[in-house]
């Protein structure tokens, strides 16, 4: 990694601690996506050096800017995950040999819901697992020149709603 502080170099740490296992991997994407996304209000000097970066306005900017694109708690959720990204990163550029992220251990009443079905969130998921389940289908897109995005163990009776579902998460992912 460089030695800077650019938006690059945040986004190149979050990518390798979720990679490394310094981090879930989910959690890492998801600081990732926001990051990008917030970021993308700032200018070029401005993601050149986070350090100088007002957060508050940057995140300021980016809600007023994208407020129609999302709901109040999801621009909440932006800038706290922003927030949370600047921290781990600055906590990892102090001290990257003894830098560890506190990850929640499961409640009881996570565990006395578990017999429930549920929807499951991107924190819940075991995507290892998710890859190798049997039952599903694979369908691969091509998005642009050299690129394919590839959908592993999509259900053989996928319904339309939970195509809706699956096609607001990628709107989300989307750097404007």
């Known amino acids: 990694m460089a030695n800077a502080y650019s938006m690059d170099d945040l986004l190149e740490f979050l990518s390798h ?14 600081l990732a996506v926001a990051v990008r996304n917030v970021f993308s209000v700032l200018g070029g000097e401005e993601r050149a050096d986070i350090r100088s970066l007002d957060l508050d306005t940057a995140i300021k900017r980016f809600n007023n800017k994208r407020a129609k694109d999302f709901n ?14 600047m921290e781990l990163y600055g906590q990892w550029r102090e001290n990257p040999a003894n830098f560890s992220v506190k990850t929640r251990a499961p409640s009881a009443a996570k565990k006395d819901r578990a017999a429930q079905p549920e929807i499951p969130t991107p924190k819940d998921l075991d995507y290892q697992s998710a890859q190798n389940a049997t039952g599903g289908y694979q369908s691969a897109f091509p998005v642009r020149p050299g690129w394919v995005v590839t959908l592993l163990n999509l259900p053989e009776d996928l319904t339309t709603a939970e195509a809706e ?3 607001q998460f990628v709107r989300m992912l989307a750097v404007q």
Request: proline share 6%; no cysteine; net charge positive.
């Open 17 to 30: 601690a979720g990679e490394r296992g310094l981090m879930p991997a989910a959690t890492a994407q998801a």
């Open 72 to 85: 109040p708690s999801s621009l909440k959720e932006y800038g706290r995950r922003v927030r949370r990204a």
């Open 165 to 167: 579902r699956l096609a």
